[in-house]
Every structure is written in structure tokens, then in C-alpha cells.
């Protein structure tokens, strides 16, 4: 209020706002030390709770929808999860592009590409828990949908994440502002997952009789995917919104050719481990992500439940990030991975050996969400890591952010298409009754595999290829110091250059 006060003289001549958007006083990014404001880096963290929240509610909820509510057939399902999904990650890497060769505009490289995917994402979204009436259309429409929705978040998400580069040139502050990110993603998994879960799981119970299509028990549960999806597209504009006005991106050096920088970001040897590590451990836990709920429902018995057991495990990873961020600034990123990811393995185990038990699957829903906290919070905080180790590498490069951050959301989407496919179509194997009040014992054997066995493997592999990954803290500190060094080196080369303009 008072900067406008100050500038009503301004204003009155035809004060021109956006082309002083980058110098307004609102919510400042950075304090005169350089460091980032509680403010700034709560704003930056709530832009990524739209990725989670629509996440976590198509991850536990889009497989059982397309099979009990819009009918599809497990093979039709199957394809549109694999495509969707593999169309997804297709699109990381073209974005990346795009984004990367973006020119720098009055808010930013990154914000424009975030506020204007924001509305068109929504809507796509909304129309993807929609059953259309014509039975022949049902598999386009959720195809034609579920790939636009994934193209137009893409948009938001590629640049959200590369924007970590362009918040601080400081590494604790990026690591800082990413703890807080990764607080804000799993709150928002647990928004997503609530509000699916509670508005969904207490509109029908599978079992009713009269739960045809048609009938009022359908109805009903189509009605209450519909009001859970408005909720969320509410949600995701609000908080896109808060980002934008909320924080301001440092201006970046100029991009380099994408093909250049995919030839070097692909060659660097730290970056693939790194890549390679997160694939099997992120593909353990979208497998249990992704079929989490049919165990519950079928395999357990629980389908009274199952939505609260996927509260507790999203409550739980919400609780553990601020502990998994005191321990690896103690101990350090790898042996977080270690402890953190392997945390689950004996309760993965657990819950298919013993008999059902509700209070066994509320204690393991607690342990995973410990375990899904560390798996959420350090990819995007060891990624930054190898950007510096990369700009020690390769000095005179320069605008590759968005090439990292891209193909690394590349490949796990990629193999989060993989592991919907699969399993899907596993069930479809071994039999899956659609809308059945109970499956054969081949479907509650091919779900214990998937949510216990396939995960636990994956882990170990991931866990394997990060004995390999050569950042360790030592080399980080190192990184940081040399890339302070640059810094104050391009300073003074910048003072000295205006000192001697002056002179001429």
C-alpha cells in the first residue's frame, strides 16, 4: 500500500506495472544478505502442491475408478494408464526444450509457462473423472484427456522444478527452500488423497447390490468424483497463484543448444547414477502407489477403510519430512538414502505374511509414510547437487537447469507408465472381476507381488546403483566453495568493467 502511495504522482502519469513487476517491493524473494525469506520460500513451495495433489489422487485412485466406476475392460485400462503416462514423460523432455529456449520476461523465464498451462490443466483434469454417456467413446475420451492433462502439467512442472536453480545462487538456501517444498508436496498428497478418499469412499460401498450403471449407488459415485475433482482444480489455481505472485526467479545466463546440453547432461556420469538410482527406488513406490488400494480393498478385506489407511501413509510422510531434513544435513544425502528408502522393506514384507489385521495395515501405512517422505524429498535435493558438480565440470556451460530437472522427470514417469501398465495388465492375467465383492486367489496373489516382492527388489537395485553415485558431502562442500569462488570472481570482473566504462 505504501509503494503505491509513494507512486501515485507515477500512476497518475501512466505508471506502467508490468514493466516494474520485477521491482516491486511485495513479498521479497531475498534479503540484503542474499538469504531467502520464510514468506518467498513458503510461496515457492506451494507451487508444487498441484503436481502432488493431482498425483496422489489419479496414483491411488485412476486405476480403481476406470475398472469400477467408468467399466472399462483391465485391457482398455491398462493402455490408457501405460499411454498416458508414457506420453507424460515423452513430453518432459520437449518442454524441457521449450523452456530452456524461452527468453527472459518481465516475470521471469520459468512463470509464464506455470501461468498459463494453470487454467487448461484444470479443466482437462475435471473432464478426466467425467463418464461419458456414449459407451463407444469411453476409452478415447479417457485417453484423449488423461494425455492432455499430463502435457498441460508438464508445462507447470518442468519449469516449477528447474526455477529451484533461479530462486538462490546459495546452496543451503536451495536446500532449504526444497525441504520446504517437499513438506508442501507430501501436505499436498495428503489434500489430494483426503479429499478423494473421504468425498469418494463415502459415496458407495463396491458391494451394494443395484450398483449397475445407471442405478443410484453409480450415480452417486460418479456424482462424488466429479464434486472431489472440483475441489482439487479449486485448489491447484489458488496455489499456481500463490507462486506467481509470490516469488520472483533470478534472471539466468543464456540458454545453450538443448541438443548440446542433452549430449552432455545424458554423458555425465554422476547425473545418470543419480537418474538410474531414483528409477528402480521411485518405481518401487509407484507400484505400491498404484495398486496400494485394490490390496487393501480385496487382498486385506478393508474396503471400508482403505481411503483412511492412504491418509495415515501420506499423514505420516508429511510429519517425517522435517526429520529427513535434519538427518541428511547431519549425516548426509547417501546414507539417508539408505536408511530412508530401506526403511519400508521389512513392513512391505510384513503385511503379506500375517494373517489381516487392520491395526497391522495402520502400523505399516506409518512406517511407509517414512519411507515415501525420504523417497519424496531426496531426488529433488540431491538433483541440485549434480547441477553444481556439473557447472564446477563445465564452467563455460551454461542454461542446462531445465535439461536435468526434465529428463529426470522423464524417466520416472516413464517408468511410473511402465509399472500402471504392468500391473494392470497382470491383473487382467489373473482375473480380475470388475466391481466384484471379491477376487480370485490368483488376483490376491499377483497384488501381494506387486505391493510387497516387486517393490522390495526394486529397492535393493536402486540401492546397489547408489553405491556407485560419487557426490558425496566432502565433494558438495568442495563443489560449493569453488562455485562461491566463481561467483565473487564474475563480480569483480563485473566492477572492474564498470570502473574502467567510467574512466572511458
Not at 126 to 143: G, H
Not at 269 to 276: I, S
Not at 327 to 351: C, N, Q, S
Request: aromatic letters at 14%; proline letters at 4%; hydrophobic letters at 45%.
Amino acid at each position: 500500500r505504501n509503494y503505491f502511495l509513494s507512486q501515485k504522482s507515477g500512476l497518475s502519469k501512466g505508471y506502467d506495472f508490468w514493466s516494474n513487476w520485477s521491482s516491486l517491493p511485495v513479498l521479497q524473494l531475498r534479503d540484503e544478505s542474499g538469504r531467502l525469506s520464510v514468506c518467498s520460500k513458503l510461496c515457492y513451495a506451494i507451487g508444487g502442491a498441484p503436481y502432488q495433489i493431482t498425483g496422489s489422487a489419479l496414483g491411488f485412485f485412476l486405476q480403481i475408478y476406470l475398472l469400477d466406476v467408468a467399466q472399462l475392460d483391465t485391457f482398455y485400462a491398462s493402455i490408457i494408464l501405460f499411454v498416458g503416462r508414457a506420453w507424460d514423460a515423452v513430453t518432459d523432455p520437449t518442454v524441457g526444450f521449450l523452456v530452456s529456449r524461452s527468453r527472459w520476461t518481465r516475470c521471469g523465464r520459468m512463470m509464464p509457462w506455470i501461468l498459463i498451462s494453470t487454467p487448461f490443466a484444470v479443466l482437462t483434469y475435471f473432464l478426466i473423472w467425467y463418464v461419458p454417456s456414449v459407451e463407444q467413446w469411453k476409452v478415447l475420451w479417457y485417453l484423449i484427456f488423461y494425455c492432455l492433462f499430463q502435457s498441460l502439467q508438464t508445462c507447470f512442472h518442468v519449469p516449477y522444478s528447474a526455477l529451484t536453480m533461479f530462486i538462490s545462487m546459495d546452496q543451503k538456501e536451495r536446500d532449504s527452500a526444497t525441504a520446504y517444498r517437499m513438506t508442501a508436496e507430501v501436505l499436498g498428497s495428503v489434500v489430494g488423497t483426503a479429499i478423494q478418499g473421504q468425498i469418494v469412499g463415502g459415496a458407495i460401498t463396491p458391494c451394494l447390490p443395484g450398483n449397475l450403471e445407471g442405478s443410484p449407488g453409480m450415480t452417486c459415485c460418479k456424482r462424488a468424483y466429479l464434486i472431489a475433482s472440483a475441489v482439487i482444480c479449486v485448489l491447484y489455481v489458488l496455489c499456481a497463484a500463490v507462486l506467481f505472485l509470490g516469488v520472483r526467479e533470478q534472471e539466468g545466463t543464456e540458454p545453450m543448444s538443448f541438443f548440446e546440453g542433452m549430449r552432455m547432461v545424458m554423458g555425465y556420469g554422476p547425473y545418470v547414477k543419480l537418474v538410474m538410482g531414483f528409477l528402480f527406488t521411485s518405481l518401487a513406490f509407484m507400484l505400491l502407489e498404484g495398486n496400494f488400494a485394490l490390496f487393501i480393498s480385496y487382498t486385506m478385506g478393508f474396503r471400508n477403510d482403505f481411503q483412511n489407511i492412504l491418509l495415515v501413509i501420506m499423514l505420516s510422510g508429511t510429519l517425517s519430512i522435517p526429520f529427513w531434513q535434519w538427518f541428511l544435513t547431519r549425516f548426509g544425502k547417501k546414507t539417508a538414502v539408505y536408511i530412508g528408502i530401506t526403511w519400508a522393506v521389512p513392513f512391505m514384507i510384513l503385511i503379506v505374511c500375517i494373517e489381516s489385521s487392520l491395526i497391522v495395515a495402520y502400523v505399516v501405512s506409518v512406517a511407509a509414510g517414512v519411507s515415501v517422505a525420504a523417497a519424496f524429498l531426496l531426488p529433488w535435493s540431491m538433483l541440485p547437487d549434480v547441477v553444481d558438480d556439473f557447472k564446477v565440470k563445465n564452467p563455460d556451460s551454461s542454461g542446462h537447469e531445465a535439461i536435468f530437472y526434465s529428463f529426470y522427470v522423464f524417466f520416472t514417469k516413464f517408468a511410473s507408465g511402465i509399472s500402471l501398465g504392468i500391473s494392470t495388465l497382470s491383473l487382467d492375467f489373473a482375473g480380475y472381476v470388475t466391481r466384484g465383492c471379491s477376487q480370485p486367489d490368483a488376483v490376491n496373489l499377483t497384488l501381494k507381488v506387486l505391493v510387497s516382492a516387486a517393490p522390495v527388489v526394486l529397492i535393493f537395485l536402486g540401492l546397489l546403483i547408489f553405491k556407485t553415485y560419487p557426490i558425496d558431502e566432502e565433494r558438495r562442500q568442495g563443489n560449493r566453495k569453488l562455485l562461491q569462488a566463481m561467483r565473487d570472481s564474475n563480480q569483480d570482473s563485473d566492477t572492474e568493467s564498470t570502473e574502467l566504462g567510467s574512466v572511458v
